[in-house]
């Protein structure tokens, strides 16, 4: 969502309206899902033609939201709806969105101009930069950027409808899908590389002497150079939130991040290995003072079974497995 926000930015500080579609609710076998937003910018000089940017779903669904965007787009007027669209020839509620393919969805329309969105879309990519919690709100009278504390307990999108029309939605603005990956090598680079398109925000971990090597930097939000990995999980913003993959170089290293994991509420723990190095690390562990239980938080190895050899291929079963957890 980020880059779509830049977007977003860029466009109106360039002095175009926008026309912004966010998908706010769906249900299952939907192929808009809750956060996809859809950019169209008006025609300027340099490019007489519609711009779009992004995805609410696709097919003739997004085909003739685009001509209803260019529509009101050359009228200029306010635009502020919500949408409710079923995937069905003959909806029960509802309007038909084109596709059949079963499910619904809530979309929220919005014309957005540079004055007065503009600040507040920069205020939005700053909360985003610097981690803050906070929502954008979004009704029929404006956009503004809403400070709170973090609550796991909170959707993050969360419609208000109101009578005649009226709405509030409310967007959190912290990335809840968020990655520690703690090892900086072929694996964790390749994993780094796949999770950044998923929209992962990721953090990643590996020793001061070996930090600076292999383009992890560019990989990642947050590259952090560690003497021991022990104190690295302790750095990891909303723990509760993060999943952890340990891709260290050695045994020994392995155990020294997982000995930190393991005290931090992390609601998936994975390391690779295979069978040998895996027992080699549960006998560690509990050598150090952790029991069955203790270890029963781990997945090991990490990654959904598969033939993967090459780090690219190990990033694609482990992406895998954190998807799949995402759908169960």
Known sequence: MTSLWSELAHHLGGGRDVFVALVVEHTRHSPGTTGAGLLVVEPFDENPHLITVGTIGGGVMEKRLIETAAEILRRGEPH??????????????????????????????????????????????????????????????????????????????RLERRRDGDFVYRLELLNRRRLAIFGGGHCGLALARLSHTLGYHIVAFEQTEKAAEGGMEQAVH?????????????????????????????????????????????????????????????????????NEDDLARLTAPVGLPMQSNTPSEIAVSIAAQLLQRRSD
């Not at 709100?137 to 809403?146: N, Q």
């Open 80 to 157: 502020a709806e919500i949408a409710d669209l079923q995937h069905r020839r003959r909806p029960s509620s509802g309007h038909p969105s084109g596709l059949i393919c079963a499910g619904q969805q809530t979309n929220l329309y919005y014309l957005c101009r540079p004055e007065p969105e503009l600040a507040t879309i920069d205020a939005l990519l700053e909360a985003r930069r610097a981690g803050a919690t906070a929502d954008v709100e979004i009704s029929p009278s404006g956009w503004r950027v809403v400070a709170r504390d973090f609550d796991l307990q909170i959707p993050p999108s």
């Open 222 to 290: 947050h590259l952090v150079a560690v003497d021991d990995f022990r104190h690295a999980a302790l750095q990891v913003s909303y723990p509760e939130i993060t999943e952890a993959v340990v891709l260290t170089s050695d045994v020994a290293s392995d155990v020294r991040a997982l000995g930190g994991v393991l005290r931090c509420p992390f609601p998936f723990i994975g390391v690779l290995g295979s069978a040998a190095k895996i027992r080699e690390i549960r006998r560690h562990l509990l050598d150090e003072g952790f």
